[in-house]
């Protein structure tokens, strides 16, 4: 099995190419959550996430003839930029394979690294089985995002960096899809720290798992929903699930709308961009999704910053619901001259910010002399929500809160 040495032997090969990436101790969710909050940044990684380290290590122990082969993989989108960049440098062709739906931005940056890209499937295991058709048609190397001591040893390397950068640290915190990050991070960690807790999460639209560890065997899901595309996995790695059964503490669950929170909230208080599976071990911490201690050191590692400007855009408007500070409400007005002010006026009286209103007397839901006006405020949390459709009600309105 993989052990820590083979961690140590990893970073030689990690190291021509990735950087080691900061420890940021953070006032902000410190404050929020009652524990002391340090921040790992593996979203400022080369390729924007931790996969190149596996993808490096990986690389690196090709033989000669299999160079010659060149590789291909699946991934939807990490680890296709890590083994693309990894591969270039090493001189070698490589094929991956991405889901139809892989954000563009990914898709892109993976061409750029000089990935051979085809498209195929709806998630990543269709994009995986399709890889492994290439693998035995084209005589190609597989390397797998995750089911490959080399990757998990590579992916480990950041634990090596927390361990140092860290080493008071109690709980770790680190996303799993198919469970190749956290093998690695658990190994080193605890191969390098005589007391630490490794905690894994899953967003809840992809906990195979979570459900595998409450099972006690592997677990295939039927499709995963996730906005954290980047760990959208339907079933735990038949290798990876060992080392998370004997090496890591506790495995939870986020919701979208958590991860949507922690993303947004990292953005405002820290000014760092992540992915949503960057976002799921800061979620877990933010929701409690497991018990810490008030002045518990913890590390969320915040594995990716690739998201798509699409995606984030309606990431952030749905962290916004969730923190109350977007309202999106309708109602039915009197089509008559002054029945808009009215309804300004009193938005303006509770302090509210119009984002933008849409008026609509063409309905055929609503009265001939009636007209629907849909409007998106800015408010302040909430409270000042309810404290505006409260006011709005008091007028004599109904009020259909949509967001």
Known sequence: MLDYEDVLAAREHVEQVAVRTPLNYSHSFSELTGAEINLKLENTQRTGAFKIR??????????????????VTASAGNHAQGVALAATRA???STIVMPKYAPVSKVEATKRYGGDVVLHGIDYDEAQAHAHEIEREEDKVYVHAFED?????????????????CPEVDTVVVPIGGGGLISGVATALKGALDDVRVVGVQAAGADSAARSMRAGHRVELGGVDTVADG???REVGEHTFPYIRERVDEVVTVDDEAIAEALTLL?????????G???????????????????????????GGNI??????????????????????????????GELERVASIIAREDANVYALTHDRTSRDIAVD??????????????????????????????????
């Open 370 to 403: 009636a007209a629907d006006l849909e409007i998106e405020l800015e408010t302040h949390g909430h409270e000042h929500a309810a404290e505006v459709v409260a006011a709005l009600e008091e007028a004599g309105y109904e009020v259909d809160v949509e967001a």
């Open 91 to 93: 001189g070698v062709d």
């Open 149 to 165: 001591e080399r990757v998990m040893a590579g992916q480990g390397t950041i634990g090596l960096e927390i361990a140092e950068q």
């Open 54 to 71: 596996g993808a490096m290590n990986r690389i690196a122990a090709l033989s000669e003839a299999e160079r010659e082969r060149g590789v």
């Open 267 to 275: 953005l405002e208080r820290s000014k760092t961009v992540v992915e």
């Open 277 to 303: 599976a960057g976002a799921v071990a800061l979620a877990a911490v933010l929701e409690d999704a497991f018990d810490y201690d008030d002045g518990e050191v913890i590390v969320p590692a915040l594995c």
């Open 308 to 337: 798509d400007m699409n995606t984030l855009i309606t990431v952030i408007l749905r962290g916004l619901v969730r923190m109350g500070r977007y309202l999106k409400v309708s109602l039915e007005l009197k089509d008559r001259p």
């Open 231 to 233: 760990i959208a996995v």
